[in-house]
């Protein structure tokens, strides 16, 4: 038999904190952080000097609500609400000493909305780990990707992956409670 309690409000008898349940018990509706997604690259991705190219995020770790596109490498809003992305790409160079410029992006409906840039010409460097994080309110149907620039000098620029569960590059995030 299942019981409700229906109540308008709970005010603590005693002390600074209220306990709900025990460990191990688990919390759903309202109090938690869905949806919610951690999809990564698997493969390495050669990519065209100097160019702005979106990234083959390809698998999926967690998918609570089956958001993230893995053929469009795009995560698509189930819940409309205010949302905390984050996200990471290994971009290198085939040549040592040779990344110039590299640019990771994360972008809304095509928008950017976070550039992370970094510099490293004369800086003799083959490879740059950007990572930026944003919070942006959506609506259902709006969609989240990340895309990559990389300028070298004379070698081939790819997004590094080192496996298929290494997780070098990855697009996550989350729903906002209370927000």
Same mark, same amino acid.
């Given at each position: 038999m299942v019981s409700q309690l229906k109540v308008n409000e709970i005010i603590k008898q005693s002390g600074s904190s209220i306990t709900i349940g025990v460990d191990g018990d688990t919390v759903s509706g309202p109090f938690t952080n869905v949806p919610a997604f951690f999809a990564y690259a698997s493969a390495d991705q050669t990519v065209s000097d100097a160019t702005e190219t979106v990234i083959q995020i %390809?698998?999926?770790l967690k998918d609570t609500n089956t958001g993230f596109n893995t053929s469009t490498y795009?995560? =698509?809003i189930p819940v409309a609400g205010t949302y905390c992305f984050y996200g990471t790409a290994r971009l290198e160079s085939s040549t040592?000493?040779? =990344?110039? &410029?590299? %640019?990771?992006?994360?972008?809304?409906?095509?928008? &950017? =909305?976070i550039q992370i840039f970094e510099n490293y010409s004369g800086n003799n460097i083959k490879a740059s780990n950007p990572f930026g994080s944003v919070i942006l309110q959506c609506v259902v149907n709006d969609y989240i990707d990340m895309t990559a620039y990389i300028n070298v000098g004379s070698g081939t620029p790819k997004i590094d992956t080192n496996g298929d569960s290494s997780y070098r590059t990855y697009l996550a995030g989350y729903k906002l409670i209370g927000a």
């Open positions: %390809n698998k999926t795009r995560y =698509v040592a000493g040779d =990344v110039g &410029d590299a %640019n990771l992006k994360i972008r809304k409906n095509g928008s &950017d =909305v």
